[in-house]
């Protein structure tokens, strides 16, 4: 599984964008994906995950009611729309997928065996 996240930017506080992680591979159907960010001088965290079918999601707390993470089956692809944006989401994103179970959708790091090149998203205050 290849993965190539895009759709990163420069936004003002408030704003919204939206990313895309466009795979390849005929396994990435069976795999759950992450979104994971990581700002300067940070350790790299969880911001949301999606099922392999798409019918579990997970948001952290952080951007839990800004943030939804959805995937388009047929194109392969998984999306994080970032909505009312603040300074503090500044970060590269990246994203990851996990051959996993149907319905699991993992948090930590390690479960992820593939991961993308990352977008930058800076948030102007």
């Known amino acids: 599984v290849q993965l190539q996240a895009s759709g990163g930017g420069l936004v003002q506080a408030g704003g919204s964008l939206r990313l895309s992680c466009a795979a390849s591979g005929r396994t990435f159907s069976e795999c759950a994906v992450g979104w994971f960010r990581q700002a300067p001088g940070k350790e790299r965290e969880f911001v949301a995950g999606i099922s392999s079918g798409g019918t579990v999601t997970l948001h952290a707390d952080s951007v839990k009611g800004r943030f939804t993470t959805s995937r388009d089956i047929a194109e392969n692809t998984v999306f994080l729309r970032m909505n009312s944006l603040k300074a503090d989401d500044t970060a590269v994103y990246y994203c990851?997928?996990?051959?996993?179970?149907?319905?699991?959708?993992?948090?930590?790091?390690?479960?992820?065996?593939?991961w993308g090149q990352g977008t930058l998203v800076t948030v102007s205050s």
């Open positions: 990851a997928a996990d051959r996993t179970i149907s319905g699991y959708v993992p948090r930590e790091e390690k479960a992820f065996d593939y």
